[in-house]
């Protein structure tokens, strides 16, 4: 990587810039990019500022492929020029997507950021304002893939055989070169006549894959584009070491190991501001790493490299077939009308194929008319056509048949939604029925536990058995203790069977059980004949006799 040699580092800016250029001009300046030593590496992370300044790294390129197409530049000629006014339009739909797209977590100010891009993107343009030079810039600037930024390029300076043309190209050079210079790095990445003839080799067909191959190992005027990629990619990732000049506890960013001095390791600002110490020197040789891997990691990567079970090199970008995609032209394709349901959809399919019969028969009719001499019916044509016409007749008759059936699927289809949701409400009141019977039988046992409990203390009272007339006697001389047990033993029992233990006139127990199991039994024959209603109501409404399988 070469250094930058002299070249204008001066904060002005071009007299076309509006407030807004100036405002992001000035902020450029405020950033200090200009003490980073490496032309390469200041390049990239002023054009990266800028980016991020108007939120164009929240904008892939299919964005504004789409946006493109929207405004009608798609179709036309590269060095077609266009409009302030239609560039702002363009810009500004980009945002306003933008703004629809993002989460509310995360907002944008779409009119602030399309007078930052359109007062920078003129700024850059100091001559004519084309459709290539909006083309190009706004891909280089946008976020997303590199490789897929590279395709968009190529479909642009290629011809319809997918081979690259150096006329289109050299006029990309052009226009992409002035991102550059519009951030004072010119004399660095400046635009000449020969690149785009150095950047390939001559005599031989450029295509796609060879254009990706070289443009991602890039020539020296692009030198800038990957690494701005690889600066967006490695903004968040943390290395657990310290920086040897700056002492900083953890690195964010690139980290560069010195591939001489054991162990000595530079931050990227320390790194790219030129900063040593100790015995190493600015000309050693660095290596950088964009992301930590541990000694373990390092070990098993190697053992694996080693053994052949993982590549060492994986390719830069899949293999793309060299004919390009032919592209359907929908413009004469008119949109299917929208279909509500099912039903719907098989009545309009019926209808459709009923009319193409028709029209068919009656184009044979009026082919076989044309098609007969203009003499008087002889009795063989009359023949011909009572049978044409028979044959159509018997034909419209299916027809109407097959229009009666699809009448009657869908009315099948309407009784089976119609039972599938009586069902369900079956099943609601069928559940709830169950629920009601597990209390009445937690309230039963409860019940018998309380009866047994007055046998067991009726028995301790009296050791031996007594006589049902002295039971009846001891029953009416203390009803209390007996026959009303205390309130707290009915805590968990029913309203109808506290009201049957209750203080007041005698209640015969058993009678009382008896009346809670003829409870029980009523409600399960209403449940069965609820059941056996809803499916008479589903006979009713359907006026045909369906069978239901629940």
Request: with cysteine.
């Amino acid at each position: 990587m070469e250094e930058g040699g002299q070249r204008d580092r001066g904060r002005g800016t071009p007299a076309t810039a509006g407030a807004e250029g100036r405002q992001i001009f000035m902020e450029l300046g405020e950033q200090n990019f200009d003490a980073i030593c490496l032309s390469t590496y200041r390049t990239a992370c002023k054009l990266r500022f800028i980016q991020k300044r108007c939120n164009l790294h929240l904008i892939d390129i299919y964005n504004v492929i789409e946006a493109v197409r929207d405004a009608g530049l798609n179709a036309v000629e590269l060095n077609a020029g266009i409009s302030v006014t239609r560039l702002e339009n363009l810009v500004s739909s980009l945002f306003n997507q933008l703004s629809k797209r993002l989460p509310t977590t995360h907002t944008v100010n779409p009119r602030e950021s399309t007078a930052l891009l359109v007062e920078f993107l003129l700024a850059a343009i100091d001559s004519r304002l084309t459709v290539l030079s909006v083309k190009a810039m706004l891909a280089m600037l946008c976020g997303g893939k590199l490789v897929d930024k590279l395709r968009y390029v190529f479909s642009q300076v290629s011809d319809s055989s997918g081979v690259l043309v150096q006329s289109k190209f050299d006029g990309f050079l052009r226009e992409a070169l002035k991102l550059p210079t519009a951030v004072h790095e010119g004399p660095s990445f400046g635009y000449t006549h020969t690149l785009a003839r150095s950047c390939f080799p001559q005599q031989k067909r450029v295509m796609l894959n060879m254009f990706l191959d070289i443009v991602a190992d890039p020539p020296q005027c692009l030198v800038w584009l990957p690494l701005m990629h690889r600066l967006a990619n490695v903004e968040h990732v943390y290395h657990p070491v310290s920086c040897s000049y700056c002492r900083g506890n953890g690195m964010t960013g690139f980290r560069y190991r010195c591939l001489r001095c054991r162990g000595y390791q530079l931050c990227q600002n320390c790194f790219w501001r030129g900063n040593a110490s100790g015995s190493h020197s600015n000309q050693h040789q660095m290596k950088e790493h964009s992301s930590w891997k541990s000694s373990a990691t390092k070990l098993g990567r190697a053992l694996s490299r080693t053994l052949g079970c993982v590549s060492s090199r994986e390719p830069s970008h899949p293999i793309y077939p060299e004919e390009p995609e032919r592209t359907l032209n929908l413009a004469n394709i008119v949109p299917s009308r929208p279909i509500g349901n099912t039903s719907q959809t098989m009545l309009f399919l019926a209808t459709a194929q009923r009319m193409n019969e028709e029209h068919a028969l009656i184009a044979a009719y009026v082919n076989r008319l044309q098609s007969s001499p203009c003499s008087v019916d002889s009795p063989s044509r009359q023949d011909e056509e009572h049978k044409l016409i028979a044959r159509y007749t018997s034909r419209l008759a299916e027809t109407e048949g097959t229009g009666v059936s699809q009448y009657h699927l869908v009315f099948h289809i309407q009784v089976a939604v119609c039972c599938r949701q009586r069902k369900d409400e079956l099943e609601q009141r069928m559940s709830s029925l169950q629920e009601s019977r597990r209390e009445l039988m937690v309230q039963l046992e409860g019940l018998m536990k309380l009866l047994k409990a007055q046998a067991a203390g009726s028995s301790h009272a009296s050791p031996s058995r007594p006589s049902p007339s002295t039971v009846r006697s001891v029953g009416a001389a203390s009803p209390q203790a007996h026959m009303y047990p205390p309130q707290d033993s009915l805590a968990g029992v029913g309203g109808d069977v506290q009201e049957a233990f209750a203080q007041g006139p005698r209640r015969n127990l058993r009678n009382d059980l008896l009346v809670a199991a003829d409870s029980i039994t009523n409600t399960v024959s209403s449940l069965v004949k609820e059941l056996h209603s809803g499916k008479r109501l589903l006979k009713d409404r359907g006026g045909r006799s369906i069978q239901i399988f629940y």
